[in-house]
């Protein structure tokens, strides 16, 4: 199975996303066929190649030689009833909830018209979508920010935003990146079809690599004035890194002038406040001073409140304050059914895979003020039944 990354040069929609994969080697009469076993559907599919602003690519045309009008619950019944395998359906599915769900919510109605979505090409570029990369072999798929546009639009709701309401609602859901293009106005780059596509399947992740094998482009209808109306696919195999990088924030400040009970007080208070860590480092200072150097970690946006916490609950006038990037093991938290009892336990991945157990020290704490047994013995305990259950 391969990986793919899609560069969306200039915009987004459900044909420029199937023309990419043609483009790329996608076979339009295995695609047909596929596509064939929604039996509720008549189209054809015509192929072309061409330019945006001297870019080459493919464009797509589906056209439609039904009538049907299609509703939310006659979509997910003609995907339901066809032939089309297990994996595609269930990609499709999801691709449909995170639509609908999007629609509902950006016209507040439980049963949305489909409107400009209410017709075949519309299934046609959904179904092919998932239908071409399974033949393809793509099962990761990632992307960079979307394109948009300042402005306004005119759709059958009226005047929006460049950003269509239930597109707009896709967006703001799953966090996804934007890349604002400022020189042209009053364009509609990103359409609900394939926004929804990509935000059922896609990952926006900007830290991976991939070893291009085969490469393709997909034109949208339009061809923009001052952008080329394309994206590109990128399919091969990624290599991404085994830590993840995020953005934390240090603070630290000097303090000579408070106890050690006051400072060991701070550690603990502003752990339950969300700090990530905090400690203390001893030194000398001015005048051979002995003081303390008060350091904590936290997220970035916590910045304001720690630094706020520090002026507030010690005798510090002024902190250092360091954007940092920290590289992270993928970590999961669960409860262990010990003999002793329910405990957490911590769980670390590297690489994909589980590379060690911990027993939270407090769990480890606690049952050993219930029982009287030392600390070392309950750990020890804990750890055979953690490694049995997980490693034997």
């Not at 546009?149 to 059958?156: A, D, H, Q």
Request: charged fraction near 25%; glycine fraction near 6%.
């Amino acid at each position: 199975m391969s990986n793919a990354y899609l560069n969306l040069i200039g915009g987004l929609s459900g044909d420029m996303l199937l023309s990419s994969l043609i483009d790329a080697g996608l076979d339009p009469e295995k695609l047909s066929k596929e596509l064939n076993k929604i039996s509720e559907i008549d189209f054809e599919i015509s192929v072309n190649k061409t330019e945006r602003q001297n870019l080459k690519a493919t464009h797509t045309d589906v056209i439609v030689n039904d009538s049907i009008k299609w509703t939310w619950p006659k979509l997910y019944k003609a995907v339901e009833s066809s032939k089309l395998n297990k994996i595609v359906k269930e990609r499709v599915n999801n691709c449909f909830d995170l639509l609908k769900s999007a629609e509902q919510e950006a016209h507040d109605d439980k049963n949305p018209h489909l409107h400009e979505l209410g017709t075949s090409d519309t299934l046609v570029d959904i179904c092919g979508f998932f239908i071409g990369i399974e033949i393809l072999g793509i099962d990761k798929i990632y992307c960079s920010p979307i394109p948009v546009v300042p402005g306004f639009i005119k759709t059958s709701h009226g005047i929006h935003e460049t950003l269509a309401p239930a597109t707009k609602k896709i967006v703001e859901k799953l966090k996804v990146p934007v890349r604002y293009i400022n020189n042209s106005s009053n364009i509609e780059t990103i359409t609900p079809t394939g926004m929804s596509i990509i935000g059922s399947f896609a990952y926006f992740n900007d830290s991976v690599i991939i070893n291009t094998i085969t490469k393709g482009s997909g034109a949208g209808t339009k061809n923009f004035k001052n952008f080329p109306n394309i994206l590109s696919i990128n399919i091969g195999e990624s290599k991404e890194k085994s830590l993840n990088e995020e953005i934390k924030c240090m603070l630290e400040t000097n303090i000579d002038d408070m106890t050690p009970e006051h400072l060991g007080r701070f550690i603990d208070y502003s752990i339950s406040m969300g700090a990530l860590d905090t400690w203390i480092t001893p030194y000398y200072g001015k005048k051979n001073r002995l003081g303390h150097k008060l350091s904590l970690l936290c997220n970035e946006s916590d910045s304001e409140k720690f630094s706020n916490l520090i002026i507030d609950q010690t005798s510090s006038l002024g902190i250092r304050l360091f954007r940092i990037e920290r590289l992270e093991a993928d970590r999961e938290v669960r409860t262990f059914n010990s003999t002793m009892g329910k405990i957490k336990i911590k769980l670390k991945f590297h690489n994909n895979e589980l590379h060690s157990v911990k027993p939270e020290f407090e769990d480890i704490n606690r049952i050993s003020n219930e029982t009287g047994r030392s600390i070392i013995s309950i750990n020890k305990q804990i750890e055979y039944e953690i490694n049995k259950d997980f490693f034997s």
